[in-house]
T-cell receptor, first 115, second 115 residues
Framework: EAQVTQNPRYLITVTGKKLTVTCSQN?????MSWYRQDPGLGLRQIYY???????DKGDVPEGYKVSRKEKRNFPLILESPSPNQTSLYFC??????????????FGDGTRLSIL | AQSVAQPEDQVNVAEGNPLTVKCTYSVSGNPYLFWYVQYPNRGLQFLLKYITGDNLVKGSYGFEAEFNKSQTSFHLKKPSALVSDSALYFCAVRDEGAGGFKTIFGAGTRLFVKA
């Protein structure tokens, strides 16, 4: 089954304690992206990756890091989390081989609470 | 800069009635437009996308969208709403003129279908 898998689904942690949210896709997609969803703001892009070792900032990259060492994985790293990073996070992937009109496939989300 | 507006936070409709969820966009090049739906505790699911030359696009679950180039709109429609259509709907755009495959999402419209 084609899917994007995020882990963990829920996490409560404290300010300053480094954390990583993993994302893996099994569709051999080139493009992967991280979003955060906040009420009234929709989804805002944090980082995206066009392919292995190619990453770029989205609209709200501050406080986040990513890496793309393998095509299937795109982890999101919070080196020193702060309460304003409490949010619902989504990983997504899509093919780029046939152009920009390919839809994204989303994971089920990670709800992150930083105290 | 590309942008997406969903002017209604919430749309209420009775079951069996037609529904419309509005979306307007602004891009510098050709638009690549999408609608996604989000059910509680789930990631976004692709509903439909604009296909160049088709002003009325059909998608999943009986939904369709009407593209209007002069009004820069891509409204989501369904002839007869179901209670199970109640969810959060997002309009999204990729801009041919923007770098890479960056996608901008609207703030979302919550649809309530009353039995």
């Amino acid at each position: 089954e084609a899917q994007v898998t995020q882990n963990p689904r829920y996490l409560i942690t404290v300010t300053g304690k480094k954390l990583t949210v993993t994302c893996s896709q099994n569709m051999n997609h080139e493009y992967m992206s991280w979003y955060r969803q906040d009420p009234g703001l929709g989804l805002r892009q944090i980082y995206y990756s066009m392919n292995v070792e190619v990453t770029d900032k989205g609209d709200v990259p501050e406080g986040y890091k990513v890496s793309r060492k393998e095509k299937r994985n795109f982890p999101l790293i919070l080196e020193s989390p702060s309460p304003n990073q409490t949010s619902l996070y989504f990983c997504a992937s899509s093919s780029t081989s046939t152009g920009r009109n390919q839809p994204q496939h989303f994971g089920d989300g990670t709800r992150l609470s930083i105290l | 800069a590309q942008s997406v507006a969903q002017p209604e936070d919430q749309v209420n409709v009775a079951e069996g009635n037609p529904l419309t969820v509005k979306c307007t966009y602004s891009v510098s090049g050709n638009p690549y437009l999408f609608w996604y739906v989000q059910y509680p505790n789930r990631g976004l699911q692709f509903l439909l996308k604009y296909i160049t030359g088709d002003n009325l696009v059909k998608g999943s679950y009986g939904f369709e969208a009407e593209f209007n180039k002069s009004q820069t709109s891509f409204h989501l429609k369904k002839p007869s709403a179901l209670v199970s259509d109640s969810a959060l709907y997002f309009c999204a755009v990729r801009d041919e003129g923007a770098g890479g495959f960056k996608t901008i999402f609207g703030a979302g419209t919550r649809l309530f279908v009353k039995a």
